[in-house]
């Protein structure tokens, strides 16, 4: 990520270092301004503050979001360019922000959710279409995301970020690059394992493990991938989601399950990890910004659903969360050349083709609920 040039604490460093050298060296510093001027070219902000912020005009949109899940400075500059105050909230997985909504005491205007979750809150009504006349920056989303089979009619979701699942690995304790999940079984890395703390994912993967499709519901391969995570806590340092990537960056385990976006992340702070989406398959995750059914200000809500599909917002929201974007526009800006490079974000067909997105499971969604909730509480 370029985020680090845009602190002024790094620039002020940097010209003293720079100050310190000239002086020292008796101005034959030439190398290193010329890696100056490079970086200066790099730092320019993808978004910039208005120059005269419109006045907050009371009128408010709530947004329900993922942690660690957006550019903080994205949320300034919407509230400077349109007066409109952005409450924002956030959850740790799918089924928290589900559980909420679905029990009906809090209303947002704007929510994030995956693929799955939304083919169910389209079914069960909580979403309502969206009206495209209000969000023209649609046009930068890649078709290639639109239409998918969670909301095939492309009617109630906004493609926000997508990803695969993988091992985020330290290659200084893991010598030999993996390419399974067996890894995750591995007595070697005992109490040296992060595992999410996200239902559906994590029983995917045991699942995957177990030889099952991850999507399944027959109850012989979900008692299989039970027993498999219950088999596997004695290895487990702990089930974390966001937690995750501080802890992988101090270098606490050697290996954790991840999803794509967070290892980007983790890789541009530290040279020592790599990430991998093992030989066996994956998920393939779609996050898509919705209105749900009970939205108070719908019209605010497209506002914000609109500049978050505007080239310069998106650029600098990715440069900043480092999850895969869908929005053309926003790669062009950030440069193409370097984020199709990033086999993390942009993986081969070969991997993509072992990837499977998650369904909605109706009713037996109740059993994986179930055995999660007995995994997590042997802990
Ligand atoms: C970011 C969470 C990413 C969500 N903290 C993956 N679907």
Redesign the pocket.
């Known amino acids: 990520m370029k985020t680090i040039y845009k602190k002024k604490g790094f620039w002020i460093i940097l010209v003293l270092v720079l100050a310190f050298a000239y002086l020292a060296f008796g101005g034959s510093g030439e190398p290193i301004e010329d890696e100056l001027i490079e970086e200066e070219e790099e730092s320019e902000p993808f978004v910039v503050m208005p120059d005269n912020p419109v006045k907050m005009t009371g009128e408010t949109i709530s947004v329900y979001n ?4 957006i550019d903080s400075e994205v949320i300034d500059v919407f509230e400077a360019e349109t007066g409109i105050k952005v409450i924002y909230e956030t959850f ?1 997985t ?1 089924e928290d922000m589900y559980a909420k909504i679905a029990m009906g005491g809090s209303s947002y205007d704007v929510i994030i959710p ?1 693929d799955y979750m939304i083919e169910r809150m389209i079914q069960e009504e909580l979403l309502q279409p969206i009206n495209w006349n209000n969000v023209p920056n649609v046009k930068n989303i890649d078709p290639r995301f639109t239409h998918e089979s969670y909301d095939p009619d492309f009617a109630y979701s906004v493609p926000y ?1 997508w ?1 695969t699942m993988g091992l985020l690995y330290n290659t200084q304790t893991v010598l030999e690059a993996p390419d399974s999940w067996d890894i995750l079984l591995d007595e070697e890395y005992k109490m040296d394992l992060f595992m999410l703390n ?1 239902p559906r ?1 994590t029983m995917a993967i045991a699942l995957v493990m177990a030889g099952h499709d991850l999507n399944s519901i027959t109850p012989s391969d979900l008692a299989d991938a039970k027993k498999l995570l219950i088999d596997q806590k004695p290895l487990v340092l702990a089930y974390v ?2 937690e995750v990537k501080d802890k992988m960056i101090a270098g606490e385990a050697s290996v954790a399950l991840v ?1 794509s ?2 290892a980007t992340f983790c890789m541009s702070e530290s040279d020592e990890l790599n990430y991998v989406v093992p030989k066996e398959g994956s998920n393939i ?1 779609y ?1 898509s910004m919705c209105i749900p059914h009970n939205a108070r200000n719908v019209s605010g809500a497209e506002k914000f659903i609109d500049f978050m599909c505007r080239a310069d917002v998106a650029a600098a929201n990715y440069d900043y ?1 480092g ?1 895969a974007i869908p929005n053309t526009a926003a790669i062009e800006l950030w440069g193409a050349e370097e984020y199709n490079a990033s086999p993390v974000n942009n993986p081969p067909q070969e991997t993509l083709d072992k990837c499977q997105v998650f369904k909605y499971l109706g009713d037996d969604t109740r059993l994986y609920d179930q055995i999660w909730t007995e995994i997590i509480s042997e802990f």
């Open positions: 993922w942690g660690d899940y740790e799918n995956s970020t990803g996200a994912d989601v966001d999803w976006g967070d995750f996050d969360v999850y």
